[in-house]
Nanobody, 117 residues
Framework: QVTLVESGGGLVQPGGSLRLSCAASGSTFGIESMHWWRQVPGKARAVVAEINREGRTTYAPSVRGRFTISMERDRTATYLQMNNLQREDTAVYFC???????????WGQGTQVTVSS
């Protein structure tokens, strides 16, 4: 069992920055990969960035070059540094982890990011 708690969301002007944090507790030794997703009302949740146990990262095309995902070596936290935020980045951001070998997934409660002038 893994519990995830996100923080760091808020209101920011276009062009601004925010850093989201996701604290993981419980059976963190089994975490294989950590992910950030986002969702806007009426749309499906979409993956934003991922990092695996080896530190390899992938990004959605819309955020590549602006967002950076990182992870504590013991996988007790993941972070999403978001720079040059745009209005279309407004969404609820969720932290998600996948564990091995059981293949379970866990989700945080989400944190709101609003980009507006």
């Amino acid at each position: 069992q893994v519990t995830l708690v996100e923080s760091g969301g808020g209101l920011v002007q276009p062009g601004g920055s925010l850093r989201l944090s996701c604290a993981a507790s419980g059976s963190t030794f089994g975490i294989e990969s950590m992910h950030w997703w986002r969702q806007v009302p009426g749309k499906a949740r979409a993956v934003v960035a991922e990092i695996n146990r080896e530190g390899r990262t992938t990004y959605a095309p819309s955020v590549r070059g602006r967002f950076t995902i990182s992870m504590e070596r013991d996988r007790t936290a993941t972070y999403l540094q978001m720079n040059n935020l745009q209005r279309e980045d407004t969404a609820v951001y969720f932290c998600n982890v996948k564990t091995s070998p059981d293949g379970f997934e866990y989700w945080g409660q989400g944190t709101q990011v609003t980009v507006s002038s």
